[in-house]
């Protein structure tokens, strides 16, 4: 299972640059509000380098600090996608961007309440699957504007349902042998890969 935890991240490293690569050879087929998905990959992308090669080659080991950066990052661009796609104001730009900077610094400033970085991810998380779920309903109720991305809104929706279950349990998955933990995290790998898929399916079929 091991081996198939490592495989699923590297492929899952794989399908993010090519739907990055893609989505930036089509981004004139995307419309304004659209463009969030590319900003969230870019974003994701920015993650992924840095804790795989940069930081790496700088000789720094721990990248915990990346942490809070990642989960506000996806937090302020996923919820600015369906904010976009809802015609939201503006305020809840705000909001959020307000709640991000909260994520970015809170495991510093709350620290004597004993208040860690999975708290964040999962009040974040739970925001977002708000915030799809609410969109998905109202593409269900609106049949004639079908998003072509609704498949990937879904694939959102469970993706971070399932996170917050594996965030808050992470902790004590570290008492497990490496066997163990790779059968629990091996799902997280295999949906970001589902996820990454369909963003490449779905550019493709983006058509101006």
Same mark, same amino acid.
Not at 113 to 128: E, F, R
Not at 162 to 171: A, C, E, P
């Given at each position: 299972? &091991?081996?198939?935890y490592?495989?699923?991240?590297?492929?899952?490293?794989?399908?993010?640059?090519?739907?990055?690569?893609?989505?930036?050879?089509?981004?004139? @087929?995307?419309?304004k509000?659209e463009k $969030?998905?590319?900003?969230?990959?870019?974003?994701?992308?920015?993650?992924? @380098?840095? @804790?795989?090669?940069?930081?790496p080659?700088?000789?720094?080991?721990s990248?915990?600090?990346?942490?809070?950066v990642y %989960?506000?990052?996806?937090? *302020?661009?996923?919820?600015?996608?369906?904010?976009?796609?809802?015609?939201?104001?503006?305020?809840?730009?705000?909001?959020?961007?307000?709640?991000?900077?909260?994520?970015? !610094?809170?495991?510093r400033?709350?620290?004597?309440?004993?208040?860690?970085?999975?708290?964040?991810?999962?009040?974040s #998380?739970?925001?977002?699957?708000?915030?799809? &779920?609410?969109?998905?309903?109202?593409?269900i109720? #609106?049949?004639?504007?079908?998003?072509? *991305?609704?498949?990937n809104?879904?694939?959102?929706?469970?993706?971070? !349902?399932? @996170?917050?279950?594996m *965030?808050?349990?992470?902790?004590?998955?570290?008492?497990?042998?490496?066997?163990?933990?790779?059968?629990v $995290?091996?799902? #997280?790998?295999?949906?970001?890969?589902?996820?990454?898929?369909?963003f %490449?399916?779905t550019?493709?079929?983006?058509?101006?």
């Amino acid at each position: 299972m &091991g081996t198939l935890y490592d495989i699923l991240g590297h492929l899952s490293v794989v399908l993010l640059f090519i739907a990055l690569i893609i989505g930036i050879v089509k981004i004139r @087929s995307f419309t304004k509000n659209e463009k $969030w998905y590319i900003y969230y990959i870019i974003f994701i992308v920015f993650i992924e @380098s840095n @804790s795989y090669v940069f930081l790496p080659l700088l000789g720094i080991k721990s990248i915990m600090f990346l942490y809070p950066v990642y %989960i506000a990052g996806e937090f *302020f661009t996923v919820t600015g996608i369906f904010i976009k796609k809802l015609n939201l104001s503006k305020k809840y730009f705000i909001a959020t961007a307000l709640l991000s900077l909260f994520f970015l !610094t809170a495991d510093r400033t709350l620290v004597h309440y004993q208040y860690n970085n999975d708290y964040s991810k999962a009040i974040s #998380n739970l925001i977002m699957i708000s915030l799809i &779920g609410y969109s998905l309903i109202k593409d269900i109720k #609106n049949v004639k504007t079908k998003s072509p *991305f609704q498949l990937n809104d879904k694939m959102f929706f469970l993706y971070f !349902t399932v @996170s917050i279950f594996m *965030f808050l349990i992470q902790n004590q998955l570290i008492f497990l042998s490496k066997d163990q933990f790779a059968t629990v $995290w091996v799902i #997280n790998n295999l949906m970001v890969c589902i996820l990454y898929s369909l963003f %490449i399916k779905t550019f493709l079929q983006l058509k101006k």
